[in-house]
């Protein structure tokens, strides 16, 4: 409130302080004057306001009154056009303002202007009212010229914060009356025939007497037309100073309705009151809008803006701390906002809304300005957002929390609420950028997860040497569940948001995922090459690889490309892992192998004791893998042992000689059981399990000539035995010529004949793969009778 005009240029300053009815026979007649008439207009309006006994106000049209309708003990349903205003009306401010002046003029009785009665009103709550303005006046400052700003309005009053406990109850009674919206009929009060000067009613603006000020300006703008009309070229610089004028009186009137709404929802107890005349003068000069002297602009929309910009001072004045001084600043602040949101809205529910007529809609109006207002607000917080949970509450309070019932929702809203949208009003493409940000920083964060977690191993596992964790007797490390626990929680999170989202967020780790086999596969190498666990720890991650693929299996509807993707690369990691657990045995046990079915084999047992130990420990590691990769592992590693065992055989290392080959044979069959016995749960080979026993039987004959009677054994098991192979195996059991080994070749010839395709599996090939060293089918496809011209053929031994 300020006695100071809108600043204009000095030619509006002058045309400001004087019009054609100020007197002009001296400064000092025209000073009193002027003061004289402001004296008589504030004293009209004080008598109508009803803190004046008797005091006239503007007739809104009246309710039909119910039978046993008391109205002298029912306060006023609601303030109309000259009803006044409350203990915090602008009247009992300007009357403390005048108070010195109206004590030297006491003598002078004060006048009644005659003024259209109000319905429902109590003549006797003048003198009650007049008391309790006395106590809560001594609780209000008022301002003084040093409270002004530079713009030349001084600060609004403060309402007291404390209040007297006994009032309490009055108070609430006082709000339950104004639920009642103002009604839509009014009636103009009079005119007065001579208006106030220019100075006197921006006087009157400024100091917020609004009705009185606007029937002034209503008065010199009737004023204004007549002149115009009877005389309109004769002066027309007088006219035009007349308009201007005006003009500085509706942009001063105008503004100060825009502040009063703007301020209305911060200060809801001082401007109530105040805000009926706003909504009067708004009608009035609608009603207007086609007569010349007036504002051509809406008052209607200028009223909206006002609006707008109340709520937007409110949630600007919303608390929100730095980010660097507390990681949860921003669900604090939208926590905050949306309490701001609820408690306004109830206010303009209770208060405001009952100072309006039904037309302005004054509830629909704060709604709409909160879902503008508050859409601009995020897109400026969406600037100073980066971390991913930020981004998740941003998007989380934008599509669930604003219309749940935490905030438009709210049960305190309805039912106004039902017939309004509770929608933000965002720009076209914002929700759908903040969502292209929020998945690209799920990748980001995605990727550094999974690189602290490979930090992490390094540090807790690899580099301290320490053993694997057992979950139900199988090597695990928890990295797949951290994985699975991150993608999860990323999914879930999303999905509260929305479906559309939850798959962007899902192929989003998915494709980030795609690369961490890769990358862990080589800081695995590189820290455990040569490392004293590496076989624990490849089964481990062989464990925990194939258990986060499960996990990842559950997105196969969402995001099938995605999913192959990851699948295939966990595929060639754990075929790599697997390949390198494979060589690393075959490169243990080749020096073990090696010396099989050799003189010394005949008679010590360590070498196939370390292969025996070495492949025991492999089979004791394999059943702490899970399925199927241990039966897969095994088998390779079963293949591999018995075609090397075998192999040997074909090498023509050693001939049994002096009964030797029944103590080979013995041995052969004793270590045979030994190594089935390791491969017999893991291994899914078994068509490999018979060829110890076949063997055996044929080198353990005494008579040569029964060796032809076991032959159909190894026939039938291993379609791909071939004479060369059986060479080699009479060879070691020292039979290297003869009528006998050329009878013995004959029969292999004609059982492979005879069983044809009734013979094994011939896709299963163990022979075939057998390297023979020495090539004896010339000598064995010699006719019987030419054998005696040949030489000898030593053996190797």
Request: charged letters at 30%; hydrophobic letters at 30%.
């Amino acid at each position: 409130m300020t006695d100071k005009p809108t600043e204009h240029s000095d030619k509006d300053s002058v045309s400001l302080k004087s019009n054609g009815r100020t007197p002009t026979n001296g400064a000092t007649k025209q000073t009193l004057g002027m003061i004289q008439t402001l004296r008589k207009s504030i004293r009209r309006a004080a008598e109508k306001s009803p803190l004046s006994p008797g005091g006239k106000g503007s007739k809104v049209t009246p309710k039909t009154k119910t039978p046993g309708d008391d109205s002298s003990s029912q306060p006023p349903p609601s303030p109309s056009l000259s009803s006044g205003s409350p203990s915090t009306s602008p009247l009992k401010n300007i009357r403390g303002f005048f108070q010195k002046k109206e004590e030297d003029d006491a003598d002078v009785p004060s006048q009644k202007s005659e003024g259209l009665k109000r319905s429902k009103t109590d003549p006797n709550i003048g003198a009650t009212l007049l008391q309790r303005g006395a106590d809560i006046r001594r609780s209000l400052r008022f301002g003084t010229k040093k409270d002004k700003d530079k713009n030349g309005k001084q600060e609004s009053l403060i309402p007291v914060a404390e209040h007297v406990l006994e009032e309490k109850e009055e108070e609430k009674e006082e709000e339950e009356v104004v639920l009642e919206e103002v009604e839509e009929a009014y009636t103009l009060p009079e005119m007065p025939h001579t208006p106030l000067s220019v100075m006197q009613i921006n006087n009157l603006i400024q100091m917020e007497v609004l009705e009185e000020a606007h029937l002034n300006l209503l008065a010199l703008r009737l004023e204004f037309n007549q002149e115009r009309e009877k005389c309109e070229e004769d002066s027309p610089m007088e006219l035009a100073k007349k308009e201007k004028d005006l003009n500085i009186l509706y942009g001063n009137l105008r503004e100060k309705i825009h502040i009063i709404v703007r301020d209305s929802n911060s200060l809801p107890s001082r401007n109530k009151a105040l805000l009926v005349h706003v909504a009067r003068i708004i009608q009035e000069e609608e009603r207007r809008a086609e007569e010349p002297g007036g504002l051509q602009s809406s008052w209607r929309e200028v009223w909206r803006e006002a609006v707008a910009e109340g709520v937007q001072v409110k949630v600007e004045k919303v608390h929100l701390e730095p980010r660097e001084q507390n990681a949860s600043w921003l669900a604090v602040h939208l926590g905050l906002l949306g309490k701001t949101i609820v408690e306004d809205l109830e206010n303009v529910k209770k208060a405001l809304r009952s100072s309006y007529p039904p037309s302005f809609k004054v509830f629909s109006a704060y709604v709409k300005s909160y879902h503008t207002v508050v859409g601009q607000h995020l897109k400026k917080l969406e600037r100073q957002v980066t971390e991913l949970k930020d981004l998740y509450t941003l998007l989380n309070w934008i599509i669930n929390s604003y219309k749940s019932e935490k905030i438009m929702g709210s049960q305190s809203l309805q039912p106004e609420m039902r017939d309004e949208s509770m929608d933000l009003q965002l720009e076209d493409d914002f929700l759908k950028q903040l969502k292209d940000k929020y998945c690209c920083r799920v990748k980001v964060d995605m990727r550094s997860s999974l690189d602290k977690l490979i930090e992490l191993e390094n540090e807790e596992i690899w580099k301290d040497s320490k053993t694997p964790e057992k979950e139900e007797d199988l090597l695990i490390s928890q990295i797949h569940m951290d994985i699975w626990t991150k993608v999860k929680g990323n999914t879930s999170n999303s999905g509260r948001i929305d479906a559309q989202l939850e798959q962007k967020v899902i192929s989003c780790c998915l494709e980030e995922l795609k690369q961490f086999p890769k990358r862990f596969e080589a800081e695995f190498k590189r820290h455990c090459d040569a490392h004293s666990l590496r076989t624990e720890y490849q089964i481990t991650y062989i464990n925990s690889f194939n258990a986060l693929q499960e996990h990842m299996e559950g997105y196969q509807d969402s995001c099938p490309n995605e999913v192959e993707g990851f699948r295939k690369e966990v595929k060639w990691l754990i075929v790599r892992l697997l390949q390198d657990l494979e060589d690393q045995f075959k490169e243990d046990v080749k020096p073990f192998l090696r010396r099989m079915m050799t003189r010394k084999w005949l008679t010590n047992d360590d070498d196939f004791q370390m292969l025996h130990n070495r492949t025991k420990q492999l089979s004791l590691h394999c059943s702490q893998m899970r399925p199927p990769h241990v039966q897969e592992l095994a088998s390779k590693l079963h293949y591999h042992v018995v075609r090397e065992y075998v192999g040997q055989l074909m090498k023509n290392n050693y001939s049994c000689k002096n009964r030797k080959h029944e103590m080979a044979a013995a041995k052969i069959r004793k270590q045979w059981n030994q190594l089935r016995d390791l491969f017999e749960d893991m291994s899914t080979h078994e068509w490999l399990h018979p060829v110890g026993d076949d063997l055996s039987d044929i080198i353990t004959q005494k008579n040569k000539a029964d060796i032809k009677n076991h032959l159909q054994p190894i026939v039938e098991h291993y379609p791909d035995f071939s004479k060369k192979h059986l060479v080699a195996v009479l060879n070691f059991r020292g039979l290297l010529r003869g009528r006998e080994h050329q009878l013995i070749l004959q029969k292999l010839t004609q059982l492979k004949k005879e069983l044809g395709s009734a013979a094994g599996n011939k896709s299963q090939v163990l022979f075939g793969d057998m390297q023979v060293t020495v090539n004896t089918d010339c000598l064995s496809s010699l006719p019987f009778s030419c054998l005696n011209f040949c030489s000898p053929i030593t053996s190797a031994t």
